[in-house]
């Protein structure tokens, strides 16, 4: 069975100090992997995916198969970072998504 | 247009009672997807349909949860005979099926007394 773990229910960190989400995974094939967040008031909305390689909002994430994990990482928080964040898992292709349980992230001023 | 949407945004129903939740998801997407989520969780996967097609259903609790998406494109997830932990916000989500980004609407919360 494909789970998803965020080990991380709360993180609050200092503006200006650097930021890692923690999401692991378990997965027989191999997946795609997702961060979507979702901030005060507002719909889930996706901030990466691993095959885009792509740095959005200033964070980065590298899918380790080795590890089996998918950590969201930012140099340099900010305070409008702060927001849930879920780590997602697909099978490929249109499927359903299996999510973590989210990691509330509060950045202090 | 405009994302996805949903109604109502909120509804209470008494344990007993059917109730029936509505998806417009972004137009020209052909999948559609129903999540649940209990407070403090995740979104849990429900069930997904490409066009009319229901084509995983593998999420829906019970036999008392029907989704339909009849032309395509509004979809309706229906819950008969409430029951108190069917309490929880109802996602829907949307993609173009050529990339894998689904796009969420702001949900239903249901709360059963």
């Known amino acids: 069975a494909q789970r998803v773990t965020q080990p991380e229910k709360l993180l609050s960190v200092f503006k200006g100090a650097p930021v890692e989400l923690k999401c692991n995974y378990s997965y027989s094939g191999s997946p795609e992997l997702f961060w979507y967040v979702q901030y005060s008031r507002q719909r889930l909305q996706l901030l990466l995916r691993?095959?885009s390689r792509e740095s959005i909002k200033g964070f980065t994430a590298d899918l380790n198969k080795g590890e089996t994990s998918f950590h969201l990482k930012k140099p340099f928080a900010q305070e409008e970072d702060s927001a849930m964040y879920y780590c997602?898992?697909?099978?490929?292709?249109?499927?359903?998504?299996?999510f973590g349980k989210g990691t509330h992230l509060i950045i202090q001023p | 247009g405009a994302g996805v949407s949903q109604s109502p945004r909120y509804k209470v129903a008494k344990r007993g009672q059917d109730v029936a939740l509505r998806c417009d998801p972004i137009?020209?997407?052909?999948?559609l997807f129903w999540y649940q989520q209990a407070l403090g969780q995740g979104p849990e996967f429900l069930t997904y349909f490409q066009n009319e097609a229901q084509l995983d259903k593998s999420g829906l609790p019970s036999d008392r949860f029907f989704a339909e998406r009849p032309e395509g494109s509004v979809s309706t997830l229906k819950i008969q005979r409430t029951q108190q932990e069917d309490s929880a916000v109802y996602l829907c989500?949307?993609?173009?099926?050529?990339?894998?980004?689904?796009?969420f609407g702001p949900g239903t919360r249901l709360t059963v007394l």
């Open positions: 989500a949307s993609s173009s099926g050529t990339v894998n980004e689904q796009f």
């Open positions: 997602a898992l697909s099978g490929g292709g249109a499927d359903g998504l299996t």
């Open positions: 137009s020209g997407h052909v999948s």
């Open positions: 691993h095959i």
